[in-house]
């Protein structure tokens, strides 16, 4: 069961409209390394997780992504909001405000819409910890690129704490890894899977 409490996990106050950043930002939201498709990953692994401790992890980050998702959200609201015509056409905006208007829309910089392949979940502890580990590592490589790119210090201060969540993130799924493989058979080189595989 989720609770959900009415706060940010990290304050969003944008004072200046910015559709040009808003384009960039909005593909932490439904891009293929955003925080929607993490989310969803690691709430789907959880399920096939032959210990405790990895499926309250896999939901503990989950969760927290979800929250990340909703701090995306909000920035690229705030960047958005009050728009002028001018603004629009200038930014490069209008393609997408012609179909969203300003509607904060799952999607990658590119323009391509979130898409559930962009998720791994193959039910293989080793390999759905290892893409986890991949995951996040990729996404603070995009927040890394988003801090390349933007010169707006409200911006900026949101982007390096989700950033560093990353990095946090990335450390324990490293070490769920070096658990996964306490508990596994470690005389076989490529690990059996004890969700499915039985002896």
Do not use: C, W
């Not at 609770?3 to 969003?12: D, F, N």
């Not at 995306?72 to 056409?89: D, P, S, W, Y």
């Not at 323009?111 to 039910?123: E, H, I, L, Q, R």
């Not at 490293?174 to 306490?182: P, Q, S, T």
């Amino acid at each position: 069961m989720f609770m959900y409490e009415k706060k940010l996990q990290y304050p969003v106050k944008i004072k200046n409209t910015n559709p040009k950043l808003a384009n960039i930002i909005i593909t932490q939201y439904g891009g293929p390394d955003g925080e929607l498709g993490a989310s969803l990953r690691y709430l789907s692994q959880r399920y096939s997780m032959p210990y405790p401790e990895l499926k309250a992890l896999l939901t503990d980050i989950g969760t927290e992504e979800l929250g990340h998702l909703e701090m995306i959200g909000a920035i690229v609201h705030q960047l958005t909001r009050n728009l002028t015509e001018e603004q629009i056409k200038t930014a490069g905006f209008d393609t997408y405000f012609v179909d969203r208007t300003t509607g904060v829309y799952p999607t990658a910089a590119s323009g391509f819409p979130y898409s559930a392949a962009s998720m791994a979940v193959k039910g293989d502890v080793i390999g759905d910890l290892s893409e986890d580990m991949a995951a996040e590592q990729k996404a603070r490589v995009t927040y890394d690129n988003i801090l390349r790119l933007s010169d707006d210090p409200d911006v900026n201060d949101v982007i390096r704490f989700l950033r560093e969540r990353e990095v946090v993130h990335f450390q324990r799924f490293g070490e769920a890894v070096r658990l996964a493989k306490d508990k596994m058979d470690q005389k076989n080189v490529y690990f059996v899977n004890p969700a499915f595989d039985k002896k």
